[in-house]
């Protein structure tokens, strides 16, 4: 025996290895085509593997920010402080993620006629205090509404 050990390398931390300098952006042009090289010829690829838990949770990180900003721009199309042109924006955003932003598009008639409904449905509602009924008849009244059923 000679007193010298044999080291052998782990073939997962010398891939690691190599992928990491590929997206590191201190290495140089040169040694990243040579880490892609040897990663070709070790049959690897050098997009980064990630374990599954680790992918689940990223994905729902980022489907939890796609809904985040899909509500912010819904909210953009009614907050006063916003310009025309960009709630045009928000709403082609909201158009192409498949949501329908149906609360523009209705005529003022539309409106008015959910309106007194909804005060229609207040005046059958037992959560609702006999004040914001008596409101509820004085509304329909001022509208022109005789029939309360």
Sequence with gaps: MSGTKEHTKDTARVV???KAA??????????????????????????????????????AAAEAHEKNVLRGYKAATHNPNVSE??????????????IQHKLD?????????RVLAGYKAAIHNPNVSAAAKQHAREYLADSGVTDLE
Aim: hydrophobic content about 35%; overall charge negative; proline content about 5%.
């Design 16 to 18: 690691a290895g190599l």
């Design 22 to 59: 590929v997206h590191n952006p201190n290495v140089s042009g040169e040694a990243k085509e040579n880490a892609l090289k040897r990663l070709e010829e070790m049959g690897q690829s050098a997009d980064p593997i990630m374990p599954a838990q680790a992918k689940a949770t990223q994905s």
């Design 85 to 98: 042109e960009a709630k045009q924006h928000a709403r082609e955003v909201l158009e192409a993620a498949g």
């Design 105 to 113: 598009t209705h005529s003022e008639e539309e409106h008015q006629h």
